[in-house]
């Protein structure tokens, strides 16, 4: 009888190394995650417009899916939240503006966040990067909150070079290495500061001791201080010469460092063997500021609105989605999906349905896309909650194909249509540098990268266009959300320009229904006055977690 189990659970070993062995027993995957900040839905190749050049993330597109009906929240710290947590902003109190430096406050302790998730599944989490999720006390910060290193800063911005942050009239340094101020770092550029420690992770992690989570939260392409709101490098603005407006030729530059350091990123993937067992998502935290706007000169084109919006320019993101796993690909995936269903739908990536099970507890808005994106079904998703903001009494929700918008921002003032266009005809952009790039060629080493006249195919797919050629001189249907609602078929009319509320008010009264019961269970939003205690003055000209020792006055 023992004789006969043994010989049992030998067979069973060596049926499992076989399977193994042919691919059919999938280890879990590497996730890495890269955000953008403040990335414009037109500043990337893949979405249409040839002005700016980013070969490495149109690489990836084209290599994987192309996420066509993809929203985020309209600013950094209620996307970044909902991106941590899976629970939209309301539930979470971090629904209006952003965490400032000095405010005494952070993302909820009592939340779990996706590290931690992921970590009780056997991964290794690290984060490179902007937190901007608290930091007031350490307990808020990266490394108390499942991230076993930190390499980047607390804050919503700093300067690319000297790494300060001003602030509301507070001036301070915003660099750290795990809760230690990095000094050491001054004068190394941000993207470049982020993306090394992005691969001296990847390096120097051990595969055979579990997968890797690695969040890549970048300060590109968010302004600066105002007095040198578009940090970069001169060599970087020499070769983009083409585009003739100067600060829409810097912001450029800003985005074209990150493309590289993505390609850095893959490529070391590449090196370390762990490539073709990971996943890759590439995404925007919110819509491009434009024309100006908070100092910077990303392009939505043709969406209208910009960043701090509820406009489809300042919640509809620029993304990708790319995996060897994925066996539908490449393709323009048009399930609808919000950036608050990344945790549910990674850590199902990760672990499958018995993991995805145990979330149920935590009353997640969250929604596993984990199977429709991998087998092209249609997405569980059929609402998304763009935002409420009772203070600013601006509020958005889209069911379905219709979006009702409610209130404004700014009065009114940012609520039109802004470029550029960019270079949009297929024979401006460079096919050639995609092949080319450390992404493309990764690419093709893996049979991944598709033909020309495909990833052209994939770029008309993913180009948004409004039924008339230029939104801003169309005789568009009036809407004044501030004197009252508004309501768009955003899959007929995805600029805007045609409120429907008076031809469908049942839809209308829905919506606003649905709204409100929404709003019925916001909790009240988290926002404190600054702290005066958080001056960095008071703490060698640092911004630190003051909370820590204002008990004792025990300045560091």
């Known amino acids: 009888m023992q004789m006969k189990q043994l010989f049992t659970m030998q067979l069973h070993l060596q049926l499992q190394l076989c399977l193994l062995l042919i691919g059919y027993v999938v280890a879990q995957p590497h996730i890495i995650f890269i955000l953008a900040d ?9 979405r249409g417009s040839a002005q700016i050049p980013t070969p490495n993330i149109d690489a990836l597109a084209y290599s994987g899916l192309i996420l066509n009906r993809y929203y985020v929240n309209p600013i950094c710290t209620p996307s970044r939240s909902a991106l941590m947590t899976g629970k939209y902003p309301i539930h979470t109190g971090m629904q209006h503006t952003v965490l400032y430096a000095a405010e005494p406050r952070g993302l909820p302790l009592d939340l779990k966040i996706l590290p931690q998730y992921l970590n009780d599944l056997g991964y290794t989490s ?3 990067g902007k937190w901007h999720l608290g930091h007031w006390q350490r307990v808020y910060t990266p490394l108390y909150r499942g991230f076993s290193s930190h390499v980047g800063y ?6 690319y070079n000297d790494h300060t942050a001003v602030e509301h009239g507070y001036w301070g340094l915003d660099m750290r290495n795990g809760t230690e101020v990095a000094y050491d770092l001054h004068g ?5 500061v982020i993306t090394q420690h992005s691969l001296n992770v990847i390096s120097k992690h051990n595969a055979t001791k579990g997968p890797l989570f690695l969040y890549v939260a970048h300060a590109a392409v968010h302004s600066g201080n105002p007095y040198n709101p578009l940090p970069v490098k001169d060599d970087a603005v020499r070769r983009l010469d083409t585009i003739q407006h100067y600060k ?10 990150m493309d590289e350091s993505v390609g850095k990123i893959v490529e070391q993937l590449r090196k370390s063997r762990m490539l073709e067992t990971s996943i890759i998502v590439f995404s925007t935290d919110n819509g491009g500021p434009a024309e100006g706007f908070n100092s910077n000169f990303a392009s939505n084109y043709p969406l209208r609105g910009v960043k701090n919006t509820l406009w489809e320019g300042g919640v509809r993101g620029a993304a990708l989605l790319w995996s060897p796993q994925l066996t539908k690909r490449p393709r323009t995936a048009e399930q609808t999906m919000h950036i608050v269903d990344w945790l549910p739908t990674l850590v199902e990536a990760a672990g499958g349905e018995a993991a995805l099970a145990k979330l149920g507890t935590a009353k997640l808005d969250g929604i596993s896309l984990w199977q429709a994106l991998l087998k092209n079904e249609t997405s569980p998703r059929k609402s998304v909650l763009h935002n409420i903001d009772d203070i600013w009494g601006s509020a958005a ?11 404004t921002n700014y009065n009114g003032s940012w609520d039109g249509w802004y470029g550029p266009a960019g270079m949009r005809n297929p ?8 092949a080319k790039s450390a992404t493309g060629q990764a690419m093709q080493q893996l049979k ?14 993913a180009n948004v266009i409004c039924k008339d050629a230029n939104p801003k001189d169309a005789p568009h249907i009036a809407c004044n959300p501030l004197s009252e609602p508004c309501l768009f078929n955003v899959r007929e009319d995805p600029c805007e320009q045609r409120n429907q509320a008076k031809q469908h008010p049942k839809v209308l009264e829905l919506l606003l229904k649905e709204l409100q019961l929404l709003n019925a269970t916001a909790v009240p939003p988290a926002n404190k006055p600054d702290d005066p205690r958080a001056d960095p003055r008071l703490w060698n000209h640092t911004w630190t977690n003051f909370g820590d020792y204002i008990e004792t006055n025990d300045c560091i």
């Open 154 to 159: 607390w804050s919503g911005h700093h300067d």
């Open 448 to 461: 991944m990268l598709p033909k020309t006249a495909d990833m052209i195919r994939l770029r008309e797919a």
């Open 397 to 407: 929700l889209s069911v379905g194909d219709w979006k009702l918008v409610k209130g």
């Open 126 to 128: 690290h984060i490179a």
């Open 248 to 257: 829409r030729r810097k912001y450029a530059a800003l985005v074209t460092a």
């Open 427 to 434: 024979h401006d952009y460079d096919w050639q540098s995609v």
């Open 38 to 46: 403040d990335l414009g839905f037109n500043d990337v190749g893949f």
């Open 188 to 192: 190394q550029y941000s993207t470049d």
